[in-house]
Nanobody
Framework: QVQLVESGGGLVQAGGSLRLSCAASTRTFSSYAMGWFRQAPGKEREFVAAVSWSGGSTYYADSVKGRFTISRDNTKNTVYLQMNSAKPEDTAVYYC?????????????????????WGQGTQVTVSS
């Protein structure tokens, strides 16, 4: 299991920007597909974005496409989520996810995120 620690959450006004970080404690970070999920009060956890082990491929939920950017730095064992043009409906606890299963593809992450590691979450609040 990989230990994941998110940071960077906070309060931002609608239209503003925020960058989340997720630091992973593993020597094989570059072998993990990484992703971000979020959970708003009273709602189920939902997929936000994913990035392949190399950083060469990314995948986004339609609700954030064009506004959020996921990236990773394998030299720092860190994955990022740049949130631009934030909306009140982006308010949620954001969770980092790591999956190192052989053959795992990021396109499956929205429906297959049961066997990896999760962070503790970081709160993002977007005020209107």
């Amino acid at each position: 299991q990989v230990q994941l620690v998110e940071s960077g959450g906070g309060l931002v006004q609608a239209g503003g920007s925020l960058r989340l970080s997720c630091a992973a404690s593993t020597r094989t970070f570059s072998s993990y597909a990484m992703g971000w999920f979020r959970q708003a009060p009273g709602k189920e956890r939902e997929f936000v974005a994913a990035v392949s082990w190399s950083g060469g491929s990314t995948y986004y939920a339609d609700s954030v496409k064009g506004r959020f950017t996921i990236s990773r730095d394998n030299t720092k064992n860190t994955v990022y989520l740049q949130m631009n043009s934030a909306k009140p409906e982006d308010t949620a606890v954001y969770y980092c996810y790591a999956d190192g299963r052989p053959g795992y593809t990021i396109a499956t992450m929205p429906i297959s995120a049961d066997f990896g590691s999760w962070g503790q979450g970081t709160q993002v609040t977007v005020s209107s």
